[in-house]
């Protein structure tokens, strides 16, 4: 995967060559590569990577001469996501798109294998670095927080039910209190369930794990 074969540099006259912006910035593109010598403006939109000309005045001192440092930009193209699943641009409509590799993962494969000298590699590190900040973060940080407002229903439950007992009528509240924090990972399992199918789904052997502590949390529930 360190092949240069996955990642190249290049430089189109239609991209700037210097910015004020020093940041590394990782951005996905679905386009043609033919298209991409004019598509500056597509992979960054936003005003901070905007060609210097076009606002060079923002840092401008008052007698008109621009203080900012410059720096170099490198622009590299990673080709590993190619490897799995993904969509492309339909060249006979633009407002749609192509499925390429469909239901090949990537990341499944390389979990899969036993070669552990893939996550040296600083090209599949980009890959995952890219996929995380742009889906897997906020996935799993929902996810966890999810669990813990789960976990403090238990525990509440346990306290105001068991412990130190409140009067019937207010059981109920807790209940529901209960049941709302185990609706996330239910439903979560439930599609997971019906997009592999039984069988895929329980030929691993976590999710028995999990149809035990959401199921029987929902019976915990009914009871």
């Excluded at 060079?56 to 590299?76: L, N, V, W």
């Excluded at 070669?115 to 040296?120: Q, T």
């Excluded at 599949?124 to 403090?152: C, D, P, R």
Aim: aromatic share 20%.
């Amino acid at each position: 995967m360190n092949s240069e074969i996955f990642e190249f540099t290049f430089d189109y006259d239609e991209w700037p060559t210097s910015h004020k912006n020093k940041h590394e910035c990782i951005r996905a593109y679905n386009g043609s590569i033919f298209n991409l010598r004019d598509s500056y403006k597509i992979v960054f939109p936003e005003k901070c990577y905007k060609i210097i000309d076009m606002y060079a005045h923002d840092h401008s001192e008052p007698d008109g001469k621009d203080t900012s440092k410059i720096y170099k930009i490198k622009y590299q193209i990673n080709l590993l996501a190619t490897i799995g699943e993904h969509k492309i641009e339909d060249p006979d409509d633009p407002n749609s798109y192509i499925w390429i590799n469909y239901g090949n993962s990537l990341m499944r494969l390389v979990a899969d294998s036993e070669e552990m000298e893939i996550f040296n590699s600083e090209k599949f590190n980009h890959l995952i670095e890219y996929k995380w900040n742009q889906y897997g973060q906020k996935h799993h940080l929902f996810g966890s927080f999810m669990h813990a407002v789960y976990t403090f229903s238990m525990i509440v439950y346990i306290f105001k039910v068991y412990l130190y007992p409140i009067e019937i009528e207010y059981h109920f509240y807790w209940t529901m209190l209960l049941f709302l924090g185990i609706c996330y990972p239910w439903g979560y399992d439930f599609i997971q369930l019906v997009k592999d199918g039984p069988k895929a789904y329980f030929s691993d052997p976590w999710n028995y794990l999990d149809f035990v502590y959401i199921y029987g949390s929902l019976v915990n529930v009914y009871l």
